[in-house]
């Protein structure tokens, strides 16, 4: 499919982006803290790779496009001179959560605490821990989605975390995992 | 949890949480962390932070972003948006050269003289423009020196073309009165030579028709080019 894509055919690269379009959107809503500019760059992010998926050169698709998002998110934030303070629409719905067996279910307060919290991290140590903590990319595919060394990504979601840890109400520390 | 020191291990506690540490440095982790109740906690509400990030729930796609086939087809086509904007301004030339020719040539035809003066600018002396023109009734009416008849005929030449209520040409009413800017420095005398200049300015007076239609042209060419870009969208 990505080879198709690669190819230059719309309807591989499509399948493409349904595949990585909530992924996409969701780091950029986390990014940005807006849907509408969340919107904005997820569309934009998926225009600049079909443009330049021929020049895709192997490896982890996902790692290539979150990498188009997060210059996208970055642009928009220059761009804009948007400050992430108004947060997510109250009335913005949930996806049904993937299945997973070890999946915590986390309260909706516990959710916009932490969202909330995210969003006060530094850019880029926003960007590392959205990109493993909450997509779960591994070290080597954050480094390329973040054009950084894996010592870098170390050390910016060891920083990100203890930050995010000091930033979240201390009733909420121990408990939020459940 | 502000007492990090270098005998603790919080530098270490997020990479080991992802296995991403030597086995020096996960033994030195594990014996610290049983030893230090600080590190504990530490580790355990990172341990819970990290499960809770991956436990977000994701906000579905507002929408579907499959790129459609005419959001990439004008990029085909054009190649860049210098492309697009390059071949829309090439279109707003060929317009405007025809949109100047159907003007000259739609008020060319009823009078001759005015398409003349139009090439010629004001500068038509009487004498020229009744000697370039004896069987036009206009060019004779503005040499004979009767202004009535010769500003009446402008008028309605000028309202039959379609051309639009802002043209500067007399009244029919009080054409005499009324004569272009010029005359009226002249004085109200509305001799013979100082009308046949009003009859003879009186298609000069047409440039800012043109301009405004020129100008409402290239308005529409504008909009036209940024809407082209919004729907490549
Ligand atoms: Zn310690």
């Known amino acids: ?178 | 949890m502000g007492d990090k020191k270098l005998e603790h291990v919080s530098d270490l506690l997020s990479p080991y949480l992802d296995d991403q540490v030597t086995i020096a440095e996960r033994q030195a982790v594990e014996g610290h962390v049983r030893e230090c109740p600080q590190c504990r906690l530490q580790l355990d509400e990172l341990r819970n932070l990290t499960a809770a990030l991956g436990s977000l729930p994701a906000r579905p796609a507002p929408r579907s972003f499959v790129i459609g086939p005419r959001a990439i087809k004008p990029a085909a086509l054009s190649g860049t948006p210098g492309g697009l904007l390059r071949a829309v301004s090439s279109i707003a030339a060929s317009l405007l050269f025809v949109a100047l020719s159907v003007n000259l040539a739609v008020r060319g035809l009823p009078r001759q003289a005015a398409a003349i003066s139009v090439f010629r600018s004001s500068e038509i002396r009487p004498q020229a423009a009744a000697a370039s023109g004896p069987p036009l009734a206009a060019a004779r009416a503005a040499s004979s020196g009767a202004p009535a008849a010769a500003a009446q005929p402008a008028a309605a030449s000028a309202r039959a073309v379609g051309v639009g209520p802002g043209t500067n040409t007399p009244a029919p009413a009080a054409p005499a009165a009324e004569p272009a800017p010029p005359a009226i420095g002249a004085g109200t005398g509305a001799s013979p030579p100082a009308a046949s200049t009003g009859a003879a300015f009186s298609p000069s007076i047409d440039w800012p028709v043109l301009a405004t239609e020129l100008g409402l042209l290239a308005i529409a060419l504008v909009a036209a080019a940024y809407s082209v870009r919004w729907w490549r969208r």
């Open chain 1, 1 to 178: 499919m990505t080879a198709a894509a690669c190819a230059g055919s719309l309807a591989a690269f499509n399948q493409l982006v349904e595949l990585h379009q909530q992924g996409v959107f969701n780091v950029c809503l986390r990014m940005l803290g807006s849907t509408t500019a969340a919107e904005d760059a997820t569309q934009e992010t998926f225009f600049a790779a079909y443009r330049s998926v021929k020049g895709f050169k192997g490896g982890s698709f996902r790692a290539w496009m979150l990498r188009i998002a997060a210059n996208q998110c970055y642009d928009q934030m220059r761009g804009r001179q948007r400050h992430p303070t108004d947060w997510l629409d109250e009335d913005a719905p949930f996806a049904d959560p993937d299945p997973q067996p070890d999946a915590v279910v986390l309260s909706a307060e516990v959710v916009k605490t932490l969202e909330a919290a995210i969003l006060k991290l530094p850019p880029e140590q926003r960007l590392c821990v959205l990109l493993v903590d909450v997509q779960g990319l591994d070290y080597d595919e954050a480094s390329r989605a973040m054009e950084v060394s894996l010592g870098t990504v170390k050390s910016r979601l060891s920083r990100a975390r203890a930050r995010l840890r000091e930033l979240l109400p201390e009733d909420l520390r121990l408990k939020s995992g459940g």
